[in-house]
């Protein structure tokens, strides 16, 4: 059995949740691999997403044991929660998993418990710099996702996200004017008739001794090759 907790703060994201619960959903589903997870607050509390989604945990933290993989989702107050009690709970977890995962702003708070010193260590893309800032001994690097040892960090929803990328048109390759080849045609009043007869037709008449046909002189009837 895999053993799966989601520590999450008032106002986390509703998508990092997501993204991260529904492939364990998936691996248990097609794979058959027995893997259970569960919600953890701190002080055993309710908690709001940043949508307004009210969740209660499952058990209270002191009764929850040993885990595989503990998720921390901090969401926007991640600055408040980097002290004090719930900083000691946070680390009280981490040292009873086996694998601590950082998502969107959660690095923060494991950054604060020492768990990253001297590590690589990435966080949601528009908090980067003030990531590094605060937290001197890390080596912050952009990129959306860094597995190193025992603590993992992603930075949003995407890597399960890193910074959103601009879109790029790609332009479709265009065939040289002197490399363009049109199929015969005759244009008469604006129309394209393609000519169903073609260069065959012109070489018969050439050799039957023939002049090729021309359009009529008219006004209506002008007519160009």
Request: hydrophobic share 35%.
């Amino acid at each position: 059995m895999v053993r799966v907790a989601f520590l999450l703060f008032e106002g986390f994201s509703n998508m990092v949740l997501s993204c991260l619960l529904e492939p364990l959903r998936a691996v248990r589903d097609q794979a058959r691999i027995d893997i259970r997870w569960q919600v953890l607050t701190p002080f055993d509390r309710a908690v709001h997403s940043s949508s307004g989604l009210r969740i209660s945990p499952d058990e209270p933290c002191e009764a929850a044991g040993q885990f595989d993989l503990l998720v921390v989702v901090a969401g926007y107050g991640y600055r408040d929660h980097a002290s004090g009690a719930v900083l000691r709970q946070v680390a009280a977890l981490t040292r009873q998993s086996r694998i601590v995962v950082g998502a969107d702003t959660g690095a923060w708070l494991i950054a604060a418990t020492g768990l990253l010193k001297d590590q690589r260590a990435t966080l949601h893309w528009s908090l980067l710099s003030d990531f590094a800032e605060a937290f001197p001994d890390l080596q912050v690097v952009p990129d959306p996702y860094v597995m190193q040892g025992r603590v993992w960090s992603c930075g949003s929803a995407s890597g399960v996200g890193g910074r959103p990328q601009p879109r790029r048109r790609t332009a479709q390759p265009r065939c040289p004017r002197h490399r363009r080849r049109r199929s015969p045609s005759v244009r008469c009043r604006g129309r394209a008739r393609p000519d169903r007869h073609g260069p065959a037709r012109a070489r018969s008449d050439r050799r039957a001794g023939r002049r090729p046909d021309r359009p009529p002189r008219g006004r209506q009837g002008r007519c160009a090759d």
